[in-house]
């Protein structure tokens, strides 16, 4: 069973920076393919960037693509380094880590979820 711990959420004014760590243990494989996730109260969870198995090949949604870089370690760790942040990047930001090679974008795809870290941008 793999376990994901989400780190680095806070409250800031709009324009700001902020950085996510997730740390993946457990399981067999020795890496994953890991994604950030965000949600809203009323609104589905959604995709916000992923990473390959071997750190080489990287997704964004288009809403951070620019502002956000996703990058791992060898050591299973997860960063999502937010910049410019925007009141409507406010959200529950979940990490989120499956088996496999390639930067999955769909919620659908990833069987293993943190318990997710708030970020709040005040405008």
């Known amino acids: 069973q793999v376990e994901l711990v989400e780190s680095g959420g806070g409250f800031l004014q709009a324009g700001g920076s902020l950085r996510l760590s997730c740390a993946a243990s457990g399981g067999t494989d020795s890496l994953y393919v890991m994604g950030w996730f965000r949600q809203t109260p009323g609104k589905e969870r959604e995709f916000v960037a992923a990473?390959?198995?071997?750190?080489?090949?990287v997704a964004y949604a288009d809403s951070v693509r620019g502002r956000f870089t996703i990058s791992r370690d060898s050591a299973n760790k997860v960063y999502l380094q937010m910049t410019t942040l925007k009141p409507e990047d406010t959200a529950v930001y979940y990490c989120?880590?499956?088996?496999?090679?390639?930067?999955?974008?769909?919620?659908?795809?990833?069987?293993?979820w943190g318990r997710g870290t708030q970020v709040t941008v005040s405008s």
């Open positions: 989120a880590a499956r088996s496999g090679g390639i930067p999955y974008t769909s919620r659908f795809q990833y069987a293993y």
């Open positions: 990473i390959g198995r071997s750190g080489d090949s």
